[in-house]
């Protein structure tokens, strides 16, 4: 027992060297999960694309279905939102270890809503433009999981997924 812990505790001790954060210029990334949201659980898939050392961009999407009790009556609804988002990962700054990546930043996108025409709601967004904070830890140089907070976009409220490094 006492051989398989300590076998345990160096192979996570190991992953944890090895793990590097924020994607490096140049690199990408794929991200992808779920959202908060009071109008049904929004799936995402995102890139990001690293353009300086604590500099990311990126485009997303999403998707969710819901159903909302109007007037009276039932209907399905869903929601394709196409967004694009800038990050500054804040590592180097606050000397950050390398398995961690905090980030800040803004992002703009457009949301589509599919509804019953007998619905009388809105059919889409219009542009709209929101910020964001999140972090990551990485198992290893390419895998991890990412939570991110944020508002006034598809995910109002937050988002929980993972991310890996192509």
Same mark, same amino acid.
């Given at each position: 027992m006492r051989k398989t812990i300590t076998f345990i505790i160096v192979l996570l001790a190991s992953t944890a060297m090895f793990a590097q954060a924020p994607i490096a210029v140049g690199q990408s990334q794929l991200n992808a999960g779920v959202g908060f949201s009071?109008?049904?659980?929004?799936?995402?898939?995102?890139? /990001? $694309?690293?353009?300086?050392?604590?500099?990311?961009?990126?485009?997303?999407?999403?998707?969710?279905?819901?159903?909302?009790?109007?007037?009276?009556?039932?209907y399905n609804h869903s929601i394709i939102g196409i967004a694009g988002n800038a990050n500054y990962h804040l590592n180097r700054i606050l000397n950050i270890p390398s398995q961690w /990546? $905090?980030?800040a930043g803004i992002n703009i996108g457009f949301y589509i809503w599919s509804s019953p025409d007998q619905y009388e709601g809105s059919r889409s967004s219009g542009l709209g433009v929101s910020g964001q904070i999140g972090g990551r830890y990485y198992f290893s140089d390419r895998f991890g999981v990412n939570l991110e907070f944020g508002g006034g976009n598809a995910f109002s409220g937050g988002k929980f997924g993972i991310s890996y490094k192509l």
């Open positions: 009071s109008w049904g659980v929004p799936v995402y898939v995102g890139l /990001d $694309f690293g353009v300086h050392p604590d500099i990311t961009l990126g485009p997303e999407v999403s998707f969710r279905s819901y159903r909302h009790n109007w007037a009276g009556s039932k /990546d $905090f980030y």
